[in-house]
């Protein structure tokens, strides 16, 4: 069945670089998706990738996507302690927008 | 533009009752979609609305219902509320038929059965 997995955890310093990885099973995905949560709030989507691109930049977010491994990270360049947060992958499954699987997951502190 | 709102905010049930929560969507988004998140765990699909229409359903069962109106907002209903029902419930709306169906997120309605 589709699946998709992150890890739970990444603890990092404030100014480093974050990555948070992500690997999804549906071949079929047209998009990916990275939203943020933020302690007792709804979902806040971060940057999305077509799925026929290797890479995209958003200031000072990248998204790497290799579709044959289908491995996804987003990278944040000069981590800030208002980065703290939980940040979650998603893939649209069965190349449908209506169903997103979303991962559990990746929480996310930064150390002053 | 005004972004998706939903209500309420948060609701305390009993088992066995029944609850109506509230979805406005997104100003120009026609598709509604809902979603469960249990606590420490990512969001799963529900089931989504299009034209007054149910277009998908998750692994949810029959008692997990909805409606979408006129005016794009949308309700979820849960009857014979079980104790597994506690989580947040997050309404996404977007605009089917375009080139890319982004999802946003409300801030969620929080569930709480006793």
């Known amino acids: 069945g589709e699946d998709v997995e992150q890890s739970l955890f990444l603890s990092v310093r404030e100014g480093d670089s974050s990555v948070i990885n992500c690997t999804y099973t549906?071949?079929?995905?047209?998009?990916l998706y990275w939203y943020k949560q933020e302690p007792g709030a709804g979902l806040q989507l971060l940057t999305y990738i077509f799925s026929n691109m290797d890479m995209k930049q958003d200031q000072r977010l990248t998204v790497l996507l290799n579709k044959k491994d289908k491995h996804l990270s987003l990278r944040i360049a000069d981590t800030q302690t208002g980065d703290s947060a939980i940040y979650f992958c998603a893939e649209s499954f069965g190349g449908s927008q209506g169903n997103l699987i979303f991962g559990k997951g990746t929480k996310l502190s930064v150390k002053p | 533009e005004t972004g998706v709102t939903q209500s309420p905010t948060h609701l305390i049930k009993t088992r066995g009752q029944q609850v109506t929560l509230r979805c406005s969507s997104q100003s120009g988004h026609n598709t509604v979609s809902w979603y469960q998140q249990a606590l420490g765990q990512g969001p799963q699909f529900i089931f989504q609305?299009?034209?007054?229409?149910?277009?998908g359903r998750g692994n949810f069962p029959p008692r997990f219902s909805g409606l979408q109106f006129p005016n794009y907002s949308s309700e979820l209903n849960v009857n014979a509320l079980e104790l597994d029902d506690s989580a947040l419930y997050l309404c996404?709306?977007?605009?089917?038929?375009?080139?890319?169906?982004?999802?946003?997120f409300g801030p969620g309605t929080r569930l709480l059965v006793l």
């Open positions: 549906d071949s079929s995905s047209t998009y």
């Open positions: 609305y299009y034209r007054e229409e149910e277009n």
């Open positions: 996404a709306s977007s605009l089917a038929g375009g080139r890319q169906e982004t999802q946003y």
